[in-house]
């Protein structure tokens, strides 16, 4: 799902893979992680509908306007961990279907705001964390921006942005 779409060139070819030169090595990594080249160097926004996320779209919306880039909005889906009673194996992570994302798509779609600036929606699965700095990095992402956490399960198990903020690779913008 995307705000605006990029078709790729029709002459566009693919250098073949079997010389492992570290041209080819990047091409093989682009292939795998395939990224509009209209959104590099973009700002990496975390969203879920919450109302901190809200807020946090709404400065990434502003950073992007002011530089001139475009705005991948990060969806992370829910992965719930699941119980192997077969010995003592390590827990298995199972997605879960979350139609939440196509809601979002579509209340996005639909969002004046979002006129301003090029937008795409990306879903992951899987560690929040993990996954806007990977986001981050395959659209070598200028920025990160995340809404702060508020409550019991922040405190506890450390928030989302204080724990990206200590590992990413690039800014990170929190949003009270």
């Known amino acids: 799902m995307a705000g605006h779409e990029f078709s ?6 693919r250098k073949p893979v079997a010389d492992h030169t570290s041209s080819d090595l990047r091409a093989v990594e682009q292939a795998r992680h395939p990224c509009d080249p209209a959104f590099r ?3 990496v926004v975390g969203f879920d509908g919450s109302t901190s996320s809200e807020r946090a779209l709404a400065y990434a919306i502003g950073m992007a306007r002011r530089s001139g880039s475009g705005l991948i909005i ?4 829910n ?6 009673w077969a010995g003592c194996e390590p827990p298995v992570f199972v997605d879960v279907p979350d139609h939440r994302t196509e809601v979002l798509g579509l209340e996005l779609a639909c969002a004046d705001y ?3 600036v090029p937008w795409i929606l990306v879903e992951r699965g899987g560690d929040i964390c993990h ?7 395959e659209y070598s992402a200028d920025a990160i921006v995340v809404g702060s ?3 019991v399960v922040g405190r506890i198990f450390g928030s ?9 690779q690039r800014p990170v913008v929190v949003i009270p």
């Open 114 to 116: 979002l006129s301003e």
């Open 149 to 151: 956490t508020h409550g």
């Open 79 to 84: 992965r719930l961990p699941t119980t192997v």
């Open 8 to 13: 790729e060139p029709a002459d566009r070819k």
């Open 160 to 168: 989302v942005a204080g724990r990206l903020a200590k590992r990413a």
């Open 131 to 137: 996954e806007l700095e990977e986001v981050g990095r």
């Open 41 to 43: 160097h973009g700002v």
């Open 74 to 77: 990060v969806h992370v889906a």
